[in-house]
Structures are given as C-alpha cells and as structure tokens.
C-alpha cells in the first residue's frame, strides 16, 4: 500500500475516528446481516454495466436505476458499506458534508443516487483496485492484483469474491429488487471472475471514441485526483495511468468477452445510445430479457427530457498526445471502429 503525505494526516485521522464511530456498529450490522447474505438466492441475475471510465457508463446506469423494479449499490451504501443498519445516524451526517455535484463533472448527487459499488468495495476491503485513488503511485500494482489476479493467494482471492458477494446481496436487501443494475468500469477486465460466481449474468457494455475517452478521462481525473489522494504525485502520472490502464482494461475484456454466454452481452457505442437513449434501452430490456419495458417506459422518459439541458464538453489535442494515443490505443479504435473525430481540435 501506498504512504500517506505528511500535509494529509490530518485526512488519515479524521478517517481514523469515523472508523472509531462506526465500528460498534458495524459489529451489529455483521451479526444481522449473516444468515441473510449465507441463505441469499438471487431470483434474477445481476447485470453490469462495463465500459471505461468516461465511456457513458454513469449515464446509462443512472437511466437504468430509473426503472423502480430495479436495485443497485446507492451512494450512502458505497461510503459507509458495513453501516446499512445505522443510516439513519451515518446519512445525516454523509448529506451535511456531500457536494450537490461530482467535482470532476458536475454529475449531480444524492446519499440514494445509483454508483459505482467497487467504491463500496475498497470501504471494506483492501483487496480492491480502487484504493489507486489515494495512491496513483500503485496504479499498475492494483491493477494487476485485483483485476488480473496476478501475485495474490487464493484464499484473498475468495475473500475478494465473498466480500464482493456480501455487497450485492445487501445491496439488494438494501433495494428491496430481485433485479440489481451494477455498474463499474473495473469489471470491464473482471469478466471471467464476475461469471464464475454468476455464470447466467448479464452485460452491458458501452464504449465511446478512444480519443474523447481520453481527453474526458485526463479533465477527470485531474480535477478528481487532487480530492481524493493521500500522497504526492506528479501530474505525468494521471496521463500514464490513464494511457496503461485503457490498453490493459479493453484488451482484457476483449480476449475474454467471447466466455459470456449468447444472448447475455450487449454492446453499444456511447454515440449511438446518445442519439435515441429510448431506442436502445428497448432494445436492452428486450434482448437481455430484463423487467417488463412498458412499465419502465415512462420513468426512462421522464429522465431523458430532465437530462436534455445538460451541457457537453468540448474537446481540444495537442499533435504530440494524439500521435501518442494513436499509437497505444489504435488496436482499440480499429476494433471499435472509430477514426479520428472530424470535429476534433489539433492545437
């Protein structure tokens, strides 16, 4: 694990004593929770969201946990994981403290809003990728820990995948949904490990032009970072990381996509989804088999016109960062099919 910067002790210690708060009851919370999560059957398949980060994931999520037969991770559940029994202590203070909006992007946010649950995931456990967000100097270790599953026992590894299970079944009992919508750009490259322990779920993977993703992955990620880290890093290392983590995470799931079962994957490009939000969410209802669309129709309706002031990015490359991304991430673009953006500034 990474070391902490001595000018964020006061972080690691206020974290201390949240963890010193909440402990008593989360000894509650295990002792409730076992027998439940042991004797939990999921009566439908959980279906994941895949994609990179800045890929549209968040967006197609959000749209998804609009339909109220549906269940997933909140955002309460994935600060304070083992605390589901105390929300009502733990919430209070979770609302007092949280933004309005994501600083990165100004994504809107509530205690009860769907995210991603591999946050959840690094709250409690260290078996996760997501702690590169207070050490981006172990990016590539994590990665290849908790993704890859290279250089770690078996037995943390059932660890991880029991840990892992706990989340989603509590996020159901959480819910109160047979159906949970999961969504996490880690789980892009974590395909084989996600059918082992769900050999019938489902996935949905969202994909977007390469050279967008990344212009939107280096503005978030920069304005994200200096939020969230615990040591000093230097700001070449966000672009390294983005560059490495985008060619492992989709060569990854594409020598392991052809495992899902048929019938079980649909895919689509971020662009297409964004001309016809509905056109597609029909389709994924149909063809994954999920919830009854009428019923669902007009919640995704409501959201979609709520969303239609929403101001997009704009997007500038220097020639040197788009030679360099043409040549990491070209096997990408030829596979995806995409070619440079017309509309792109070369600066």
């Not at 980060?53 to 339909?67: A, F, I, P, Q, V």
């Not at 589901?84 to 009860?112: G, H, Q, Y």
């Not at 096997?331 to 995806?336: D, N, S, V």
């Amino acid at each position: 694990m990474g070391k902490v910067a001595f000018r964020y002790i006061h972080v690691l210690l206020l974290t201390l004593l949240i963890i010193l708060i909440s402990t008593p009851f989360q000894v509650y919370e295990y002792f409730y929770f076992r027998k439940k999560v042991r004797k939990y059957k999921f009566k439908k398949a959980p279906v994941f969201i895949i994609g990179h980060w800045r890929s549209g994931t968040t967006h197609l999520h959000n749209l998804l946990c609009k339909d109220p037969a549906n269940g997933f991770t909140t955002t309460y559940q994935a600060v304070f994981p083992n605390n589901l029994k105390s929300k009502w202590i733990f919430k209070t203070f979770m609302k007092l403290n949280m933004p309005e909006k994501r600083p990165a992007d100004n994504v809107k946010l509530s205690t009860d809003f769907p995210q991603e649950e591999e946050y959840a995931l690094s709250n409690m456990t260290h078996s996760s990728f997501y702690h590169f967000f207070y050490f981006p100097s172990i990016n590539d270790g994590l990665y290849e820990k908790y993704i890859r599953f290279n250089g770690i026992s078996a037995i943390e590894k059932n660890k991880l995948k029991h840990k892992y299970h706990e989340l989603l079944v509590k996020a159901a009992l959480n819910t109160g949904k047979d159906q949970l919508i999961i969504k996490s750009p880690v789980n892009t490259g974590r395909i084989k490990l996600l059918l082992e322990m769900y050999p019938d779920a489902k996935f949905i993977h969202i994909y977007r032009d390469p050279i967008v993703t990344y212009l939107s992955a280096v503005k978030f990620f920069k304005s994200l970072l200096p939020t969230t880290s615990l040591e000093n890093y230097q700001g070449e290392l966000i672009i390294k990381m983005i560059l490495q983590n985008y060619k492992k995470l989709m060569n990854d799931y594409f020598e392991t996509q052809n495992l899902i079962p048929t019938g079980n994957l649909y895919e689509i490009k971020f662009e297409e989804f964004d001309e016809d939000n509905l056109l597609h969410l029909k389709e994924i209802y149909e063809k994954l088999k999920l919830n009854t669309w009428n019923e669902a129709e007009p919640y995704f309706k409501e959201y979609v016109r709520a969303q239609k002031n929403y101001t997009k990015n704009t997007y500038k490359i220097t020639k040197t960062e788009l030679d360099l991304l043409l040549s990491e991430w070209g096997f990408a673009m030829e596979k995806l099919n995409y070619n440079i953006p017309e509309n792109l500034e070369i600066v």
